[in-house]
């Protein structure tokens, strides 16, 4: 059963390294919020290592710019590890070739930084790498359909740098990478992913771990944090790590949170996932 805590004091003196999601959980990309700071300050101010760990298709340099310019400190983390990270590293293997479609934003850019690939229409692509919408203001998967389908035809895998189907911009929901690669698949076509819940970004993450503390900090003594269940919460559970499963970003509606997550709520929104996080709160504090 999913216990559900009031504050993440009441158990963070288990863990010795918190893997923290961004989006939702720590800003809601236009600005911190406060109590999660003051809960990671305290955390960090005990010996607690805060690694952050996001599905942005950005590396992890350019995530920490972004952090600075919605005022997240510098000194609250201990590092960063992003999907962009793991997705980079898979394209410059050459798995994809050297001529890819870049979809995605203008704001991406960052992610081929210093990587041997060039941009091609389409038609010239031996892969596709999927960062976002074009435009995720206005666009949505229904948006790409006919050009998913050119894409299956001509045989194309798709790298998806961010498997986030959707997040939170301040108050409106907006599409992700992982909801084009979504369509991409149910029409038949092939894609990869390299964020959360999968394995590539954990891997990194230890690595990061040892990095930082100097020593490989224990699986027990690890917990996951973040409002995603089929992200955050699935990828702890297949890391075999602890979770706290943040009810007030994505699953706001269906678990009914005012402050804190509603036990029957909850507990029918985890059955229907199938997915049981360690323990649960309404927000990080």
Request: proline share 5%; charged share 20%; glycine share 10%.
């Amino acid at each position: 059963m999913t216990q559900i805590i009031e504050n993440f004091a009441d158990i963070s003196t288990k863990y010795d390294a918190a893997l923290v999601d961004l989006w939702g959980c720590l800003h809601n990309g236009v600005k911190p919020f406060t109590a999660a700071v003051l809960a990671l300050e305290k955390f960090r101010d005990n010996g607690g290592t805060v690694l952050l760990l996001t599905n942005s298709p950005r590396p992890s340099s350019s995530v920490f710019t972004q952090l600075d310019s919605i005022g997240v400190a510098r000194d609250l983390y201990a590092g960063c590890v992003s999907s962009g990270d793991a997705a980079r590293a898979a394209l410059a293997s050459g798995a994809y070739g050297k001529k890819v479609f870049a979809l995605g934003p203008e704001r991406d850019a960052p992610f081929y930084a210093g990587i041997d690939v060039d941009h091609v229409p389409l038609e010239q692509a031996t892969g596709i790498v999927c960062t976002g919408l074009f435009d995720d203001n206005t666009e949505t998967p229904e948006d790409y359909r006919a050009f998913f389908l050119q894409a299956k035809n001509n045989g194309l895998k798709m790298l998806c740098a961010n498997p986030d189907i959707m997040v939170d911009r301040g108050d409106t929901r907006i599409y992700c990478a992982g909801a084009l690669a979504q369509a991409y698949t149910q029409m038949g076509g092939e894609a990869h992913y390299f964020g959360k819940p999968h394995p590539p970004i954990y891997d990194l993450a230890y690595q990061k771990l040892i990095e930082i503390t100097g020593r490989e900090v224990m699986p027990k003594k690890i917990i996951a944090i973040g409002d995603g269940i089929n992200t955050d919460i699935r990828g702890a559970i297949g890391e075999d790590i602890d979770s706290l499963f943040i009810t007030g970003g994505l699953a706001a509606g269906e678990t009914a949170t005012d402050g804190q997550p509603n036990p029957e709520r909850l507990n029918t929104f985890l059955t229907k996932a199938q997915l049981t996080p360690t323990y649960s709160m309404g927000h990080l504090r």
